[in-house]
């Protein structure tokens, strides 16, 4: 099987080791020769450039002389407090470094199918999957440490003889979240990387620009949305009026 350079870099030198830690697991790879996927290959190179992005700003941070870099973040981390702020409310801070990271991972993993010999891993279900379902524990878990106990009468409706209605619909509509969380991310990111491949076959020069200008656009798009959501759940889940 065909993979990118990065992942057989990686199967070449950690496919063992992985190997064995899935058969450990009573995990069998499809190809067992090359047990790492190109989706999580393209998953740890975004880790990586995120870490030495955080690691560069850190090292260059200056109250005096900001540099470009440091301007770019300060703006991204403004942006997405403003977000928090506007959508969860003045409680925001202690997820606002969840949605930064989340939002910089999402965007990233959807940029780097621009690069050539590189694929975007949000075109791959699993990925954006994972996505949704840490999103969508982790603002349960806000919601039970905000609340205590008093979290799950969110989900008994507003008066208690139509808890027996309400339990399940509420049941249904929090699961349904990681659904639309993850096909929305998915099918836009796989319909781009798809039209992308599609025109670059057919026609190799100039064209394709435009499609990659419009790839770039549906990232930037699929992430806000991404995060925007998130926020929305957070909010409810934290308000104190459960």
């Not at 349960?140 to 209605?165: I, S």
């Amino acid at each position: 099987m065909e993979h990118l350079w990065f992942t057989a870099l990686l199967n070449r030198w950690f496919g063992g080791p992985v190997l064995s830690l899935l058969l450990a697991l009573h995990i069998h790879p499809k190809h067992a020769a090359t047990p790492i996927s190109d989706s999580f290959a393209m998953e740890v190179l975004v880790v990586l450039l995120l870490s030495a992005l955080f690691v560069a700003v850190r090292l260059r941070l200056s109250v005096d002389q900001p540099g470009g870099l440091q301007h770019s973040m300060e703006w991204i981390e403004s942006f997405v407090g403003n977000m928090g702020e506007e959508i969860i409310g003045h409680h925001y801070k202690p997820y606002h470094s969840y949605l930064v990271t989340l939002g910089l991972f999402i965007l990233t993993c959807n940029l780097i199918g621009i690069i050539p010999s590189f694929e975007s891993p949000t075109a791959v279900p699993i990925v954006p999957l994972g996505c949704a379902l840490l999103t969508w524990f982790y603002y349960h878990f806000q919601g039970l440490r905000t609340n205590g106990l008093a979290y799950f009468k969110h989900f008994m409706g507003p008066v208690w003889w139509l808890a027996p209605l309400m339990l399940p619909i509420e049941i249904f509509s929090h699961t349904a979240r990681l659904l639309s969380l993850t096909v929305r991310l998915y099918a836009n990111m796989f319909a781009g990387e798809m039209v992308t491949l599609v025109f670059f076959s057919l026609i190799p020069i100039g064209v394709p620009i435009v499609f990659e200008a419009l790839h770039v656009g549906v990232s930037l798009i699929q992430t806000y949305i991404f995060v925007i959501l998130a926020c929305v759940y957070l909010g409810e889940a934290t308000a104190h009026e459960h």
